[in-house]
């Protein structure tokens, strides 16, 4: 299956260079590339919602907080997988999704798993299919 990659955040050095080769402040150029990201990651959730892929996410960390709070999915990705036990059972903040454990990806069988946390993206996908499922993955 096809794994993509949007990098949510921003290059330090591009970012920078932006900053110091332009007459834009810091802050201009903070959301110059923020929308930039947001119209990339709105592109993917509009082929998403095409598509209806049947699709989770996993990672209820800061950064699935902030992405499933920006973008409206709660119909669309129901469940935030997280191994910690103490999310597990709860809602995420905001767009409340419920949080569940891993092993809901046995049963609900996902198209695409959208992978929140890229530092442990490698170890996400190795876990996804050593349950034996093998869907797409988005990584941000």
Known sequence: MATYLLTISCDLEHFLDKVITS????TEAFNFEFEKIK?????????LKA?????IAWGAGARGVSFFNIFDLAEEVPFIIDINEK???????GSGQKIVAPDLLTSYDPDLVIITNPTYADEIMAHTRSL?????????
């Open 23 to 26: 007459p834009m402040s810091v």
């Open 39 to 47: 119209a990339t990651s709105a592109q993917k959730i509009n082929q």
């Open 51 to 55: 598509d209806q892929k049947r699709t």
């Open 87 to 93: 999310r597990q059972g709860k809602f995420l903040p």
């Open 132 to 140: 034996g499922v093998d869907p797409e993955f988005w990584v941000l």
